[in-house]
């Protein structure tokens, strides 16, 4: 058993204290990996409060790479690596030889993942672990995710109880930069070939000691759709004189709504928004511009209907402007895939749950988001799967709004915080991936 410290503890390195009464209590779990895991559960919540104080944004995550480094390195990992994807760390650890993976004649490999940046929010929160750095939060949990699978780690060094090499992915720039592409584009796959690859995120709408996951679409694909209306502007008190892009705008807003209603089939989903509109000048009232545009996201599940939508939107929107006399263009842009489990994996995942929290906790059919994730891009390439843990906890009166009938302040909220009561659960379920993967016998 180790003698050092992988993670700051009671105030080290700037880290606010931790007592056992504000690590969060632990949950009751099975399983020899949780069991020892939450061993060290203050640890890793000193660790996580820490993460959460000194929150990064995309692509910047310098802090929290060499933190998260300096931890694998620690934990006695065999390998760690930095700088791939700009500010991505890997681990490599490697289990015992043998098994049955083994008979293949190439040595397994299994990847885990977790996201490490934070958001351009401002936090409203007042404890000790609060954001050091004004408009930048740790609003969705990437501080909880990157310490569970440090926390993984740990026990996967100390115990090697699997046959191959456990991968560990800290991923920066989840949040609309891209950083799942940005690794696979410096080379991640070719460097590490894991034959399956896994992630999880933090859930409030579920209770804490609960796990979700479903055998298909977990999150949708997200475009960006921008569209650019020519007219003619002129006075307002002689309209007949101009064409009018504010009118073109508003009937393409009502009529891009038709698409989802009358081209997608029923069974199919599909969401079309128009977020945002940028016309004129609001100190002109009588001016009507000459421009306007037009700016949205489309959210699919499934390829077909992402191509029936983006074919539909800019047959439509063309239509309606020429109509008026205006003209309009589109530019569809696909940001990220559909998030798609794998059945195998999918299978997999749902059984190291199951034995982890028992089938009444496990959710196996969990409904899928139409939000969107970059893990997208590594699912593309690689069988993986991506799973739901339930970390919702009860709030007093008036503080955060009911989510999915848990009292809870959600993602992206400006007093949301993770729970560490959850850290253990969470590394252990990716530490049994691993096990469950790469069996020795």
């Known amino acids: 058993m180790r003698t050092d410290k992988p993670f700051p503890v009671n105030g080290e390195a700037g880290t606010p204290p931790v007592s056992s009464k504000n690590a969060g209590a632990t949950l009751r779990a099975s399983g020899r990996a949780f069991a020892q895991i939450s061993q060290f559960h203050p640890e ?4 996580r409060r820490d993460l959460h104080a000194h929150p990064e944004l995309g692509f910047e995550e310098v802090y929290t790479s060499s ?38 004649g190439v040595r397994p490999m299994v990847g885990l993942r977790a996201d490490m940046d934070a958001l351009s929010m401002t936090e409203h929160n007042e404890f000790g672990w609060k954001s050091a750095k004004p408009g930048l939060m740790h609003g969705c949990g990437h501080d909880g995710h990157t310490t569970m699978l440090v926390g993984a780690a740990r026990y996967l060094a100390e115990s090697r109880n699997f046959a191959g090499d456990a991968v560990l992915v800290f991923q920066p720039a989840e949040e609309g930069r891209g950083g799942a592409d940005a690794m696979i584009r410096d080379g991640l796959f070719e460097r590490f070939p894991v034959q399956a690859i896994y992630a999880m995120h933090n859930w409030p709408a579920m209770q804490p000691g609960t796990i979700g996951i479903n055998p298909g679409p977990m999150m ?11 007219g003619k502007g002129g006075h307002g008190a002689h309209a007949y004189l101009t064409v009018d892009p504010v009118l073109v705008a508003a009937h393409i807003i009502t009529a891009a709504q038709s698409i989802v209603s009358r081209n997608v089939k029923a069974m199919d989903s599909a969401v079309i928004s128009l977020c945002a509109m940028q016309a004129g000048d609001l100190n002109a009232m009588s001016v009507v511009p000459g421009s306007a545009t037009l700016v949205g996201t489309v959210r ?30 589109v530019k569809y842009e696909r940001i990220y895939p559909a998030t798609i489990n794998s059945p195998a994996e999918y299978t997999l995942a749902a059984a190291v749950a199951e034995q982890l929290v028992g089938a ?11 939000g969107s994730e970059d893990f997208s891009f590594m699912l593309k390439l690689k069988p993986g799967a991506y799973l739901r843990l339930g970390q919702g906890e ?15 302040r959600f993602l992206h909220n400006s007093c949301y915080d993770f729970n560490d009561a959850v850290l253990p659960l969470g590394s252990a379920l990716f530490a049994g991936i691993v096990e469950r993967s790469l069996p020795l016998a």
């Open 44 to 47: 890793l919540t000193a660790f």
């Open 67 to 104: 933190r998260v480094a300096h931890a694998l390195k620690l934990c006695g990992v065999d390998e760690v690596h930095t700088g791939i994807g700009k500010t991505g760390v890997v681990a490599v650890i490697r289990g015992q030889q043998g098994g049955v993976a083994f008979q293949s």
């Open 220 to 230: 949708a694909a997200a475009d960006r759709v921008t569209i650019e209306i020519t």
């Open 300 to 329: 699919t599940f499934r390829p077909e209907v992402q191509e029936l939508v983006e074919q539909r939107l800019t047959a439509l929107c063309s239509a309606v402007a020429q109509g008026f006399g205006a003209s309009a263009s």
């Open 360 to 370: 009444q906790n496990l959710v196996r059919n969990l409904e899928p988001s139409m």
């Open 394 to 408: 009860q709030l007093p009166d008036g503080q955060g709004g009911s989510v999915g009938g848990v009292g809870s």
